[in-house]
């Protein structure tokens, strides 16, 4: 699996319909539209953008996004491609292929997920790609690499009795060799408090810590002790103090502090920077509200991502739902 700053062909997204995430009211459906669409065309700018729509949504899809959006048709569920998209991977001899994982709703009692498991399948025949299938449940959000062979990963989400009930460390990473090439392991031992109550994924990785460059990684920094998330701060800053990257040298870890935001309506956010997209030349950020904290994240963006720009878009109403910019969002590494 190349790394996410590695050229793109393209980024695939998936167009939101009505659900228990989403929303089930016009104004929070709209809502979610109008997020969704606003992510599209700031990737737009930077590289080619597939949206898959489900068949009832080709109008609303036409109202929200340009003529710059392509487009595919699909059944859907939800809207969370990076979890029930495939990953893509490049073979020994730079051939396309996607891993289409076992999807079952991040192990929830909520999500409806009988379609949403065959869009992997789809985007892969769409690409042109040869499909790698598993077994294992995971999702894209459950995972981040380097490109060098280093993989980050969650103990509740991938040992979860919710997703993989017979699932050991060994197995795990076996099956990760064998499908992203996988040989170093950062075992996180669990994600942000927020990510745990309904909506949550029980503990992805892509909001906690991101690896900008081989020996380089972001992780997510809530600077207040009244936050839960304080406390997983220092876990997630002792795991990789005490690992070592895929060429066995220490970590060099930067801190992405947390917006002043504590909460909202339901409780403890989430709100996290680490939620980012990389894209051609540049980087789609999310953005919170706060002048200054996300002025702050962009800096420091700039700076792990040289020569790339950085663009913020506001994620509130993509937090709310129970993700951010990274979760729906999927690159296609370029080919050659």
């Known amino acids: 699996?190349?790394?996410?700053?590695?050229?793109?062909?393209?980024?695939?997204?998936?167009?939101?319909?009505?659900?228990?995430?989403?929303?089930?009211?016009?104004?929070?459906?709209?809502?979610?539209?109008?997020?969704?669409?606003?992510?599209?065309?700031?990737?737009?700018?930077?590289?080619?953008?597939?949206?898959?729509?489900?068949?009832?949504?080709?109008?609303?899809?036409?109202?929200?996004?340009?003529?710059?959006?392509?487009?595919?048709?699909?059944?859907?569920?939800?809207?969370?491609?990076?979890?029930?998209?495939?990953?893509?991977?490049?073979?020994?001899?730079?051939?396309?292929?996607?891993?289409?994982?076992?999807?079952?709703?991040?192990?929830?009692?909520?999500?409806?997920?009988?379609?949403?498991?065959?869009?992997?399948?789809?985007?892969?025949?769409?690409?042109?790609?040869?499909?790698?299938?598993?077994?294992?449940?995971?999702?894209?959000?459950?995972?981040h690499v380097d490109g060098h062979g280093t993989v980050l990963l969650t103990e509740t989400v991938q040992l979860g009795a919710s997703r993989n009930p017979f699932a050991t460390k060994a197995r795990v990473e076996a099956e990760l060799t064998r499908t992203i090439g996988a040989t170093n392991f950062i075992w996180l031992p669990r994600g942000l408090a927020r990510d745990y109550e309904r909506f949550g994924t029980k503990g992805h990785v892509d909001i906690v810590a991101t690896i900008t460059s081989p020996g380089n990684v972001l992780i997510h920094a809530q600077k207040n002790p009244a936050h839960p998330d304080f406390e997983v701060t220092r876990v997630v800053r002792d795991v990789f103090e005490a690992s070592t990257d895929s060429a066995g040298g220490a970590w060099t870890v930067t801190e992405l502090p947390a917006p002043e935001a504590l909460t909202d309506d339901e409780g403890f956010v989430d709100y996290s920077y680490v939620n980012h997209l990389v894209v051609n030349g540049g980087v789609i950020a999310c953005g919170f509200g706060e002048e200054r904290a996300d002025a702050v994240a962009r800096e420091i963006l700039a700076d792990a991502y040289p020569g790339r720009k950085v663009v913020t878009v506001d994620a509130r109403p993509l937090f709310a739902r129970g993700g951010g910019i990274h979760c729906i969002t999927q690159q296609q590494p370029s080919v050659g």
């Open 1 to 143: 699996m190349p790394s996410e700053t590695d050229p793109h062909e393209r980024t695939w997204m998936a167009f939101p319909v009505a659900g228990d995430s989403i929303g089930n009211d016009a104004a929070s459906v709209d809502e979610a539209r109008t997020a969704w669409s606003s992510v599209a065309h700031a990737v737009a700018e930077f590289e080619p953008v597939t949206m898959v729509v489900d068949p009832d949504e080709l109008d609303a899809a036409k109202e929200h996004l340009s003529a710059s959006i392509d487009t595919i048709v699909a059944p859907l569920d939800d809207a969370w491609i990076r979890d029930m998209g495939p990953t893509f991977v490049l073979g020994e001899s730079g051939e396309l292929a996607g891993v289409d994982w076992t999807f079952n709703g991040w192990g929830s009692d909520w999500a409806t997920w009988g379609k949403d498991a065959l869009i992997a399948e789809a985007v892969i025949d769409a690409a042109g790609a040869e499909r790698i299938s598993s077994v294992l449940v995971n999702e894209g959000g459950g995972i």
